[in-house]
């Protein structure tokens, strides 16, 4: 079973402009509303890939009703722990002429007491070789050596952990030697402080973690693991929105696993998953044909490595 954490949830909002023109007035066509957060974000790509799995995440009692609503509409399975305050909201500006712009707010707040109480739940039902997605960036006032601490918790009565989270830092991984990381090509840079993927891939392997991707945007990702790493690389496609397409990969990535991938098929899946995604508006998860399409366009090549975990 896969369970999904977002301590850090937000409504995506999503407006669709003819164009953009910085220092304007600018007019959306339309405007579209949807639940988000990066595990929640993982839950509904895991559902679109039939992928049985539940979401925790924190909820702001000033915005919930809506909130919830919207999970009901997708067919989420979830669990929550409401806190005072309101759900963030994100913006995101869609047009032709060009790239995505995302607006992100860091305002939501929750205390160690309900991340203890959301995380005492998903202790109470997760087993030994289930898989825990903990995904997005720590919200306000809480404390990330508790999380940590936590994490460890499930770690060592043998969860597996998948961690996307920007908010830690080199030997916060260290300590967590998760089964699955993830960072993107800006986040892989503060990590290491260089511009080389495959170096940065094979440099968390060598912390202990068995499955250490780098996404890289619309060039693909690469993915060390035991004595291979792998860079996969993809067609040049015209996306509709790129939110969401990392959490997508996530999803891609663990449901492979699920189904008994070899590491090169993983790979492959994953990142099918996330450029499929981007074909769909806002945060919408990818369908399954149009994965399966784009997974044999992509083009993998494996170098042998030296590193064993």
Known sequence: MIYTVTLNPAFDLHYYLGSFSPFEDNFANYIETEAGGKGI??????????????????SGKENE????NLLDGYGINYDYISVNGKIRENVSLHSLNADDTRICVNGFRATDEAVDALLKKLKSVIVQDDVLIFSGRLPVNVSKLKIINNLLDFRNAGVKLYIDCASFELAD???????FV???QNEANALFRTDDALSSAEKLFELGIENSCITLGGQGAVYACSHNIFTASVKKIKAVSTVGAGDAFTAGFAAAVEKGYPPEKRIRFAVACGSASALEKGTNPPLLTEVLKLSS???????TSDSEC
């Open 297 to 303: 366009d992509i083009n993998i090549i494996k170098k």
């Open 173 to 179: 991984f260290e300590a967590l030697k998760p089964y």
């Open 182 to 184: 993830k960072p993107n």
């Open 41 to 58: 974000n993982v839950s509904r790509v895991l559902n679109n890939l039939g992928i049985e799995n539940k979401a925790y995440f924190l």
């Open 65 to 68: 009703t809506q909130f919830l």
